[in-house]
């Protein structure tokens, strides 16, 4: 059985600071792992997908790397902005399937102006 | 840039009553999902649908809940009887294939009195 943890449940840091987000999961018989952002009683926004045979993905100030054989992931936010204030949500494939996805907890970002 | 549409934004029913909540997901999409969120918790996954029938299911899937495309743009989950469990945020999903990016629509939030 899939499970998924991400550290630290929160984070406050001060606008313009470099931080990084944690996930760890326990099948790493993985396809895939995707990085989601959700603000307060909204939906989900991708941010990135990574596929199996990468080591990194980059969206502008977003950095997700992934060990599959370590069973890690981070995300990397550099420059960080009040606006990057969400809860952060990883999610990978249960097991061997590749479309249902298992999600951690998050972590909730606040960056302080 | 295409999304996914979900309707309503949010519903409330009494205890008992059936509801259908409405996706119209990526036009040019083959899979299509449910999760649910229950307020402060994970977001669980609920189903898969691809080819006009279900893929996967989990065990919070039971003969309360079935899934429909009744034409070719919506997508619609039916909760038949509801309990006052079954209060929650219902997000929609669609991908092109099984192993890219999953994209959420914004979500309906149903409470059962």
């Known amino acids: 059985k899939q499970e998924v943890t991400q550290i630290p449940a929160a984070l406050s840091v001060p606008e313009g600071e470099n931080l990084v987000l944690n996930c760890s999961f326990t099948d790493s018989a993985i396809y895939n792992l995707q990085w989601f952002r959700q603000d307060p009683g909204k939906g989900l926004t991708s941010l990135l997908l990574i596929q199996s045979s990468q080591r990194e993905q980059t969206s502008g100030r977003l950095n997700a790397s992934l060990d599959k054989s370590s069973g890690r992931s981070t995300l990397y936010i550099a420059a960080s902005q009040p606006g990057d204030s969400a809860t952060y949500l990883c999610?990978?494939?249960?097991?061997?399937?590749?479309?249902?996805?298992?999600f951690g907890s998050g972590t909730q970002l606040t960056v302080l102006p | 840039e295409p999304e996914v549409t979900q309707t309503p934004s949010h519903q409330v029913t009494q205890m008992g009553q059936e509801v259908i909540l409405r996706c119209v997901p990526i036009?040019?999409?083959?899979?299509f999902y449910w999760y649910r969120q229950i307020l402060g918790q994970k977001v669980e996954f609920l189903v898969s649908?691809?080819?006009?029938?279900?893929?996967?299911k989990s065990e919070i899937f039971d003969d309360q809940f079935s899934v429909e495309r009744p034409d070719g743009s919506n997508f619609t989950l039916k909760i038949r009887s509801t309990k006052l469990e079954d209060s929650a945020m219902y997000f929609c999903?669609?991908?092109?294939?099984?192993?890219?990016?999953?994209?959420f629509g914004q979500g309906t939030r149903l409470t059962v009195v």
């Open positions: 649908f691809y080819n006009n029938e279900i893929s996967e």
């Open positions: 999903a669609s991908s092109e294939s099984r192993d890219t990016e999953a994209f």
């Open positions: 036009s040019n999409h083959l899979y």
């Open positions: 999610a990978v494939p249960k097991g061997g399937s590749a479309r249902q996805l298992t």
